[in-house]
Nanobody, 115 residues
Framework: QVQLVESGGGLVQAGGSLRLSCAAS????????MGWYRQAPGKQRELVAV???????NYADSVKGRFTISRDNAKNTVYLQMNSLKPEDTAVYYC?????????WGQGTQVTVSS
C-alpha cells in the first residue's frame, strides 16, 4: 500500500508560480514511477511530469520549460515547481505512484490560474 498526500495548490495570477508537494507513505525508491497528472473540467486526466525507472523524467509538451519535477528521497516526497503559469494550467492536480502490482492516486489539489 502507498498513501499519497498532496499539498500546495491554490489560486494564482497568470505568470505566477506554485509548488506542489506529494509525500508518500513509503520509500519512493521502491516505486516504478511517481509523478503528477492533472484533470481539467470536461477533459481527461493527463500526464504532467513523472519520474520513470529511477531518475528519468517525462514531461507533457505543454509544460516543458515551465514546470520542473524534483524529489527528496529522504522525505519520500516529490515536488512540482510550476512557473509561468497560464489559465490553461487550471486543473485538479493528482499525485500518482506506481508499483508492479498497482497504481495509486492522491486526493488531488486544485490549481486555479486567473487571467
Amino acid at each position: 500500500q502507498v498513501q499519497l498526500v498532496e499539498s500546495g495548490g491554490g489560486l494564482v495570477q497568470a505568470g505566477g508560480s506554485l509548488r506542489l508537494s506529494c509525500a508518500a507513505s513509503r520509500s519512493i525508491f521502491s516505486l516504478n514511477a511517481m509523478g503528477w497528472y492533472r484533470q481539467a473540467p470536461g477533459k481527461q486526466r493527463e500526464l504532467v511530469a513523472v519520474f520513470e525507472s529511477g531518475s528519468r523524467t517525462n514531461y507533457a509538451d505543454s509544460v516543458k520549460g515551465r514546470f520542473t519535477i524534483s524529489r527528496d528521497n529522504a522525505k519520500n516526497t516529490v515536488y512540482l515547481q510550476m512557473n509561468s503559469l497560464k489559465p490553461e494550467d487550471t486543473a485538479v492536480y493528482y499525485c500518482n505512484a506506481q508499483t508492479l502490482e498497482r497504481v495509486y492516486w492522491g486526493q488531488g489539489t486544485q490549481v486555479t490560474v486567473s487571467s
